[in-house]
């Protein structure tokens, strides 16, 4: 079901607040496939993990193969209900990769380039992060040299 024009699709920081503030039981079922889309459990662990109350749960849970629409049910059960500031702690304002690389990465999530830069620098701390990238930028045509010289793989 696409959107009408001039509604926005959800974002990963709209489905951080679903799952920590609203906790609606029916929020899967109201959401359109375009948003079920933008949700993505390792970006939803990763920033429930900011939160140090919560790391050892986020890690327990992490570990089960989940579907999204379970993550957000097991989260809304066990996390209590508020909103939270979830900080993450970002490098320097300097970006690593050249800028095609976040306009793809903001293509792929359909968010901001603002936003697709934060995802980068969670999704490089890791080697599945880095992967991650590298998989959507062969989606979208990048040569496997461009990738290499980008220490992606």
């Given at each position: 079901?696409?959107k009408p024009k001039g509604i926005k699709k959800k974002s990963l920081f709209d489905h951080?607040?679903?799952?920590?503030?609203?906790?609606?039981?029916?929020?899967?079922?109201?959401?359109?496939?375009?948003?079920?889309?933008?949700?993505?459990?390792?970006?939803?662990?990763?920033?429930?993990?900011?939160?140090?109350?919560?790391?050892?749960?986020?890690?327990?849970?992490?570990?089960?193969?989940?579907?999204?629409?379970?993550?957000?049910?097991?989260?809304?059960?066990?996390?209590?209900?508020?909103?939270?500031?979830?900080?993450?702690?970002?490098?320097?304002?300097?970006?690593?990769?050249?800028?095609?690389?976040?306009?793809?990465?903001?293509?792929?999530?359909?968010?901001?380039?603002?936003?697709?830069?934060?995802?980068?620098?969670?999704?490089?701390?890791?080697?599945?992060?880095?992967?991650?990238?590298?998989?959507?930028?062969?989606?979208?045509?990048?040569?496997?040299?461009?990738?290499?010289?980008?220490?992606?793989i």
């Amino acid at each position: 079901m696409a959107k009408p024009k001039g509604i926005k699709k959800k974002s990963l920081f709209d489905h951080i607040q679903a799952v920590t503030s609203q906790q609606s039981p029916n929020y899967w079922e109201e959401i359109s496939d375009d948003d079920k889309k933008s949700w993505s459990n390792y970006m939803v662990n990763r920033f429930l993990s900011m939160k140090m109350d919560w790391v050892e749960l986020v890690n327990e849970v992490q570990r089960y193969p989940l579907q999204p629409e379970e993550l957000y049910k097991v989260y809304t059960n066990i996390l209590p209900k508020k909103r939270q500031w979830l900080k993450y702690v970002k490098g320097d304002k300097k970006m690593k990769y050249p800028k095609w690389v976040y306009e793809i990465i903001a293509k792929d999530m359909q968010v901001s380039i603002k936003q697709a830069v934060s995802a980068v620098e969670i999704l490089e701390m890791t080697a599945g992060g880095q992967s991650e990238i590298a998989d959507v930028l062969f989606k979208y045509g990048t040569e496997e040299k461009e990738v290499r010289k980008l220490g992606l793989i």
